[in-house]
């Protein structure tokens, strides 16, 4: 048996390299306008901002206050606003005004706005009180408490005497009571409600009426009805308890 072996033919072959790529990167000439148009006009902006920021640029020359000045003067007002004034027509604080003017105890809300080119308008809402809280604060139409000095209380106010989370109701029901008795030509002078919610009103004349906790206003109409009668008798009232269903109990004055 002939045992045949070639030798293998040595090949050579070259493989061929591959050469790297290089991609040049840059800016297009209208890319590099484009920018440089966006930061002057940046640049630009920033330059106008300071310059309207700057309290000497059209500084305000007038103030023009509307108010009723019932309880907060003009000169008050003026004096408030012109303390406050730092800066031009663009620069001024507004909110920095609006707020001090807003502590006064007598002002309920205020709008400060500018007028072109140099003045401040300033329109005052006054405090309207509806009745007085204790000895210690007033309450106002809309049943909120504020706190001028105590000399500024109006006199004859009705005095409110609750726990503190009612006054906002204490104020809803004098605005019932005040209409049902002035059906009867009475004016009132206190209401007080109790911790258990009951209430109790005494009027000018120094008649107190116990209404209770239920239908309040249904017994005080029922106390003008017959309240009449009772000063045909005497004028001595002295308290009248109207929590009875079918009547009332009357404590005369000894």
Do not use: C
């Amino acid at each position: 048996m002939k045992i045949i072996s070639r030798k293998a033919k040595k090949t050579n072959r070259r493989i061929p390299q591959s050469q790297p790529q290089v991609r040049h990167w840059g800016l297009s000439p209208r890319l590099l306008t484009l920018g440089g148009v966006v930061l002057l006009l940046a640049v630009a902006g920033y330059a106008i901002w300071l310059k309207l920021m700057d309290p000497n640029t059209l500084p305000l020359k007038q103030v023009q206050l509307e108010a009723p000045f019932n309880k907060v003067s003009k000169q008050l007002l003026y004096e408030v606003v012109s303390s406050r004034i730092d800066g031009g027509f663009f620069s001024l604080d507004v909110a920095r005004v609006t707020t001090a003017l807003n502590e006064l105890p007598w002002v309920s809300h205020v709008d400060v706005r500018r007028i072109w080119p140099d003045t401040l308008h300033v329109t005052v809402n006054e405090q309207v009180a509806l009745a007085r809280w204790r000895d210690q604060a007033l309450v106002n139409v809309n049943g909120e408490l504020f706190y001028p000095v105590p000399e500024t209380f109006p006199k004859h106010l009705v005095e409110l005497n609750g726990p503190e989370d009612t006054v906002t109701l204490m104020a809803q029901q004098f605005h019932r009571f005040h209409e049902t008795l002035q059906q009867g030509g009475l004016r009132m002078q206190r209401i007080h409600l109790s911790e258990r919610r009951a209430w109790e009103l005494e009027l000018s004349n120094n008649t107190v009426i116990a209404l209770g906790r239920d239908e309040v206003v249904q017994r005080l109409q029922r106390f003008v009805r017959f309240y009449p009668q009772l000063l045909a008798q005497t004028n001595a009232v002295r308290r009248v308890d109207m929590r009875y269903t079918n009547g009332f109990a009357v404590q005369w004055r000894g």
